[in-house]
């Protein structure tokens, strides 16, 4: 649940915004969001990396790299002591006063939205202008533009199911309108039944019967254990399949993410799928 954070508490920001004074160079970089950490080094600039948040796993580089907390609660210390050039992080509820405290002493943040299809491609080319690598920025964007239009032609000739995305158990939240992963249902043949509520409403049991879909997808990160159990003793599920994946990369708005969502509808559609 915890990994989910930034996207429960996102807040929409149409541009990447600089707390505190641009630093000349960007050698030293502490990364607060895995999906901004996955494109540094996306982009070919991993060693300038010198801290991830304890929930950074990809690359495999990343794990031998200093911890520095959370998403919301970095350790301002551990910070302090990378010696970073700058801070990247993403807009979220509780990351202002911790970014104005580090600009305060003299360590500015970058805060690059990227919660939305729409905020990739500005957070790539965002990156690539920070580390002076504008060419591979811009082969990145078209690489993912074209990963996503061979994703969409894979699956359109199958029956579109009906789905509901379980992003958290307890409480149930799920991806509604607005999210980023509703973005990309139709890519994989899904159609979202949660309509309103906002990106992330919280469904009582009787407000995923009503919705009547054929297809949950549980993306929860929960353990198999603690998923089974959770949908084993969900009222009424008979009427719809139950699909689990841990793929963390769904739940990313990185460079993975379209290769993830084809081996999910691959999943999904079984041996329908070309």
Same mark, same amino acid.
């Given at each position: 649940?915890?990994? $989910? ?55 495999? +580089?990343?794990? !031998? ?35 104005? @405290? ?16 729409? #905020? ?5 080319? @965002?990156? +690539?202008?920070?580390? !002076?690598?504008?060419?591979?920025? /811009?082969?990145?964007? +078209?690489?993912? !533009?074209?990963?996503? @239009? ?6 359109? #000739?199958?029956?579109? &199911? ?52 054929? $297809? ?18 969900? *009222? ?7 699909? /689990?994946?841990?793929?963390? +990369?769904?739940?990313?708005?990185? *460079?993975?993410?379209? &290769? ?8 999904? #559609? ?5």
């Amino acid at each position: 649940m915890t990994l $989910l954070l930034t996207l429960f508490l996102a807040v929409s920001s149409p541009n990447p915004e600089w707390i505190g004074k641009a630093p000349a160079s960007a050698n030293r970089i502490v990364s607060l969001a895995p999906n901004l950490t996955e494109l540094v080094f996306e982009l070919g600039e991993g060693s300038r990396i010198v801290g991830v948040t304890r929930f950074d796993n990809y690359p495999p +580089a990343v794990l !031998k790299l200093p911890k520095v907390g959370g998403f919301i609660n970095p350790n301002l210390e551990a910070i302090v002591a990378a010696k970073p050039d700058v801070v990247l992080a993403t807009p979220n509820s509780g990351g202002k006063t911790q970014a104005e @405290t580090l600009a305060r002493l003299g360590i500015p943040v970058l805060s690059i939205p990227a919660q939305q299809w729409t #905020h990739l491609s500005p957070a790539i080319k @965002t990156l +690539a202008t920070l580390l !002076k690598c504008p060419q591979r920025g /811009q082969a990145l964007v +078209a690489d993912l !533009k074209a990963q996503e @239009t061979t994703l969409a032609k894979r699956f359109s #000739h199958l029956p579109v &199911k009906r789905a509901m995305i379980a992003i958290g158990l307890k409480p149930l939240v799920s991806a509604g309108p607005k999210s980023f992963i509703d973005r990309f249902l139709p890519l994989i043949g899904l159609r979202n039944v949660v309509t309103k509520g906002g990106p992330y409403p919280i469904l009582n049991t009787e407000a995923v019967i009503s919705l009547k879909p054929e $297809l949950v997808l549980d993306l929860s990160m929960a353990t198999d254990r603690v998923s089974e159990t959770y949908w084993k003793n969900f *009222p009424q599920k008979d009427g719809f399949r139950i699909q /689990q994946s841990r793929n963390d +990369a769904l739940l990313r708005l990185g *460079p993975r993410l379209f &290769k993830a969502l084809q081996e999910l509808g691959d999943l999904i #559609h079984a041996e329908k799928a070309p």
